[in-house]
């Protein structure tokens, strides 16, 4: 027969073996260990840095004379639309600028880069070593790359604007005023637009100084049916 410490055992060790492995990679600047107070203090940390639901990307139905294959940028609301038919969008959160870095215009997709290199403007370096922080010249694509996993580049008139719809190492800006003027997406977000969104795409960025002109679209919700058919 077996005795109690046996069973108490067999089950421990089968609720080990049941949890998913997870490597000390996976939790950047924690070591390895159990119940200690850098492990508490990330998990409370992580949880309250959830992308809000509203953020999530979805089929939406969006009234707009806008052709499909456009995509419409609403800053205010940090929303970036991708119009796919008469009526129907898909729909991603997003962050943008912070204050006196946001921005307006119509531009097209001139540039599309997969794990893109970071190369800081020159403006940009100057500002944060004034801050204390010095950044690189150039950084190398990859998971520490503040341009996130896809990146399209803005034009205008053929020239590039400098900014960018792109990925972010940082989830949890969505839906912040926090960058320089970027559209900062997702990865999984802006990997699903890139793959979509060809060379040429007209951009609509509605913000201040209304040079996107006039533009009309409403988001009447959830697009049931996209949603439960859709991509």
Not at 97 to 116: L, T, Y
Not at 146 to 160: E, I, N, Q, S, W
Request: hydrophobic share 35%; net charge positive; glycine share 12%.
């Amino acid at each position: 027969m077996r005795t109690y410490a046996s069973i108490l055992l067999a089950a421990a060790v089968a609720v080990t073996t049941a949890l998913p492995a997870t490597s000390a990679s996976a939790f950047p600047g924690v070591t390895q260990g159990m119940g200690t107070t850098s492990d508490v203090t990330l998990v409370a940390t992580q949880s309250k840095k959830q992308v809000a639901a509203k953020y999530k990307r979805q089929k939406v139905r969006l009234v707009t004379d806008e052709a499909p294959g456009t995509i419409i940028v609403d800053t205010n609301n940090k929303f970036l639309y991708y119009v796919e038919s008469k009526n129907r969008a898909t729909r991603y959160g997003i962050g943008v600028g912070r204050e006196g870095f946001g921005w307006s215009g119509v531009v097209k997709v001139g540039r599309k880069e997969e794990w893109p290199g970071w190369t800081p403007p020159a403006e940009m370096r100057r500002r944060e070593a004034k801050k204390g922080r010095i950044l690189p010249a150039y950084q190398p694509g990859g998971e520490d790359n503040p341009l996130g996993a896809r990146a399209l580049y803005l034009f205008k008139g053929g020239r590039d604007t400098i900014f960018r719809i792109h990925g972010t190492n940082q989830p949890w800006t969505i839906g912040q005023n926090m960058s320089s003027g970027c559209i900062r997406m997702m990865n999984k977000d802006v990997e699903h637009l890139y793959a979509r969104a060809g060379i040429g795409t007209k951009v609509i960025v509605v913000g201040p100084g209304n040079k996107h002109g006039k533009v009309s679209f409403d988001d009447r919700g959830m697009d049931f049916f996209g949603s439960l058919f859709g991509g």
